[in-house]
C-alpha cells in the first residue's frame, strides 16, 4: 500500500515526535548535525522492519531456538517460511552460524554449522550466531542487518 504524501501541516505537526511504528524521530527544519538523527532513523527503519527471521531462544531446551516467521527472497524466488524450532545441542562448546537459504525447490530452509566449518558459498540470508556453552545457549548475536542493509 503506497504512503501519502504528508501536507506542510502534518509535517509541522510531527516535528519532535516518534512515529509509533518506526520508532523515527520527526526532526526540525534545519537540524545540526544531522549525522544522528539519519543514523538513529536508519536504525529505528531496519530494526521495524526486520522482525522477520529473527532468532530467539527457544525455552523447550537450553539449546534450542525459534526462528521468527518471514518472507525474504533468494535468487529472485520468494521464500515465504512459517516459524520454527531447531535444535543446536550438537554444536555445544562453539558458535552456530544460522542461515537461511532454499531448498532447491523454492523453499526455505533454516541451515546451521559450527562457526569452525563458517557461513555456506551458496546463496543465503545470514541470521544469526548462536553461542553456546556448557550446554545451553549463552548469546545470540543478530546479523539479519548485514544482509537487509546490504541489498
Do not use: C
Amino acid at each position: 500500500m503506497p504512503t501519502p504524501d504528508l501536507a506542510s501541516t502534518t509535517i509541522d505537526a510531527l516535528i519532535n515526535t516518534r512515529d509509533a511504528r518506526t520508532g523515527m524521530r520527526f526532526p526540525p527544519p534545519g537540524l545540526q548535525p544531522y549525522h544522528a538523527w539519519l543514523i538513529d532513523s536508519l536504525h529505528r527503519l531496519a530494526a521495524s522492519s526486520a522482525g522477520d527471521y529473527l532468532v530467539t531462544q527457544d525455552e523447550s531446551t537450553p539449546t534450542s531456538i525459534y526462528v521468527a516467521p518471514g518472507r525474504a527472497s533468494i535468487g529472485g524466488t520468494p521464500l515465504p517460511y512459517n516459524g520454527g524450532s531447531h535444535e543446536l545441542a550438537t554444536i555445544n562448546n562453539d558458535t552456530a552460524m544460522v542461515w537461511l537459504t532454499d531448498n532447491g525447490s523454492g523453499s526455505p530452509q533454516i541451515g546451521f554449522v559450527s562457526a569452525g566449518v563458517g557461513w555456506p558459498a551458496g546463496d543465503h540470508i545470514k541470521l544469526a550466531e548462536v553461542t553456546i556453552q556448557a550446554g545451553r545457549i549463552t548469546s545470540i548475536l543478530d546479523r539479519r542487518f548485514e544482509s537487509i542493509l546490504s541489498a
